[in-house]
């Protein structure tokens, strides 16, 4: 199996205004994100946070040159549909899971399953239901209401290939149990 692709090399979040938009020619792909908070987070770097009403922009921190960058796996990352993102983009935190589409643009180069881009902004996002903790789906549909994008679920055996969606299934359940257990 093909090592996870995600984000590289993101830095910050460029202030911006709900009305910024991606540009017509943006190209669009798919990719997850972890809900924490109320705020969509990058996978592969979980301290990313994409703020409602701003773009994403990347940087290389390894080597600082401007990103993405064609020797290199830095840049906002998106699959070119989701089949693809099932088969690359594993996620495999027990943490809430969302899959959705995300603008690219800027320089935007080709990857083995879609594209690396200079800047992303979400598109549409649908929070998977079996991710998120009892009785919590509502408050985290409408807090990520804040991103001005259609917002829904979509089911986690859609959203995530089948030995992934099972391991996170089991580890969702686990974790549910600990909690409960603690409380
Ligand atoms: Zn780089």
């Known amino acids: 199996m093909d090592a996870p692709r995600g984000d590289r090399g993101l830095i910050a979040s460029v202030p911006g205004d709900s009305a910024v938009r991606a540009p017509g020619d943006a ?3 798919w ?3 972890q809900v924490a908070g109320g705020r969509l987070r990058s996978v592969t770097q979980r301290g990313t946070e994409w703020k409602p ?7 290389c921190m390894g080597a600082g040159h401007r990103a993405p960058d064609a020797g290199c796996d830095c840049g906002v990352y998106g699959a070119r549909d989701l089949e ?3 088969q690359h983009g594993l996620c ?3 943490e809430a899971v969302a899959v959705g589409r995300v603008a690219l643009w800027g320089r935007v180069l ?4 879609g594209w690396r881009g200079q800047f992303g902004r979400p598109v549409a996002v649908s929070v998977v239901p079996e991710m998120v903790d009892d009785g919590e789906l509502d408050t985290v549909l409408a807090a990520l209401a804040a991103y001005g994008v259609p917002v829904d679920t979509m ?4 959203a995530v290939a089948g030995v992934t969606a099972d391991v996170l299934a089991h580890q969702a359940m686990a974790a549910r149990a600990s909690r409960t ?3």
Do not use: E, M
């Open 92 to 94: 495999l935190a027990p």
């Open 155 to 158: 089911a986690l055996s859609d």
């Open 84 to 86: 693809s993102l099932r």
């Open 181 to 183: 257990r603690a409380g």
């Open 27 to 29: 190209v669009v792909g």
């Open 31 to 33: 990719r997850y994100w």
């Open 110 to 113: 080709d990857d083995t399953a």
């Open 53 to 59: 009403g701003q773009v994403l922009s990347a940087r």
